[in-house]
Every structure is written in C-alpha cells, then in structure tokens.
C-alpha cells in the first residue's frame, strides 16, 4: 500500500536516491520528469517555449470524496476510498516527521554556515518532497482503481479545473519547484506538507 511505498522509498540508499531524486528524477527539475496524470512532473526538456511551469500539487483522494455527490459514489465506493484516504493520510503524515525532524534550515553556506551540511539538507528536503508527491501519485492510482469509467472522467475534469484555478491564482515565477508558492503553506514549508483539494 501507500506506506509500503513511502518506506521503500526512504530507504533508498543515497546512491540510488540519486537517481530519482536530482535533476531530471521524480519531482527533478531537469529531462525525464514523470508525466501529468500522476501529479509527479518535472520540468522537462525539449518543451516548446520557456520551461512549462511545475504541475500544482492535487490531493485527488480528497477531491473526489469531495465532489463525492456529484460522481454519484456509491456507499461501498466511499468507503473503499475513505480506507485509501487514511493510508495516504498515515504515509504523509511520515514524510511531515522526517521533514519535521531535518536539522535547523539556518546556517547555509551563504551565512557562513557548513556548506555540506545545508547541502545535505537540501537533499533530504527534496528526497521529502519526493516522497510525498509519489504518496499523492498512489493514492490517486488507488482512488481512480474504485471509479468507474464515466467517474474517473468526471474526477480528472475536477483535477484539471482545480490545477487551473491555482496555476492562474499563483504565477510561475511566484512558485517554487514544487508547484507552490513559497511561505507557510509551502509543500516544504518548516511545519507541514501542504496540497490542494
């Protein structure tokens, strides 16, 4: 389940952690970024025109209990997803913790700091927000397995609508590379994973 997945994923060795992790890995900001439909999106390379900005964050568990009237969900269907939801909820919760439980984010090498040190921070922030944006891509996966055909069509218009409203709500040069504004509600903010649903 999800947090199997989230602990495979956290105990990857730095090596291998590599691998998804840099530029052009899960989440990465340079070539080979997965695609839309789960969320996880990198920048890309090769796209016509100035880099596409980062794909905002969706909670789409959430979203489609949500809107559950509107996809007509049956009892057994939120049920089944309300499960999903609380797997999910457990694996975020996990990767709050690690990021909770990072050294102090002052110190960088820019204030006279260990440069290695906020280097490795640097790199167990995003090893984070990997982690957390393969959690959302399962559950999502997870989700649309319970939805019938005319539901899940319904579910992605939801997810496109919402993915709309917060690209236009936030210009890219206002986002950072997780698909959020930087702040207090930032995916990598000091004190919580934050996502839209």
Same mark, same amino acid.
């Given at each position: ?73 049956? =009892? ?12 999910? =909820? ?98 990598? #903010? ?6 839209? #649903?």
């Amino acid at each position: 389940m999800v947090a199997a997945l989230l602990g495979a994923i956290v105990a990857l060795p730095s090596s291998a952690r590599a691998q998804f992790g840099g530029r052009g890995g899960l989440g990465g900001a340079g070539r080979g970024g997965m695609g839309r439909r789960g969320g996880m999106g990198g920048r890309g390379e090769g796209m016509p025109g100035a880099a596409r900005r980062t794909e905002p964050l969706v909670n789409s568990v959430d979203l489609i209990l949500k809107h559950g009237t509107e996809l007509a969900l049956t =009892d057994s269907q939120v049920v089944r997803l309300q499960r999903v939801k609380s797997h999910q =909820d457990s694996a975020i919760e996990v990767v709050k913790l690690r990021l909770d439980s990072l050294p102090g984010r002052r110190g960088g090498a820019a204030e006279g700091g260990d440069p290695m040190a906020a280097r490795d921070r640097m790199q167990a922030r995003g090893e984070a927000m990997m982690a957390y944006r393969a959690v959302l891509k399962q559950g999502r996966d997870d989700a649309f397995g319970l939805l019938e055909k005319k539901q899940r069509k319904q579910a992605e218009k939801f997810e496109s609508a919402l993915k709309k409203e917060m690209q236009e709500a936030e210009p890219a040069g206002e986002r950072d590379w997780g698909g959020r504004r930087a702040g207090a509600d930032n995916p990598l #903010s000091q004190r919580d994973l934050h996502v839209h #649903s």
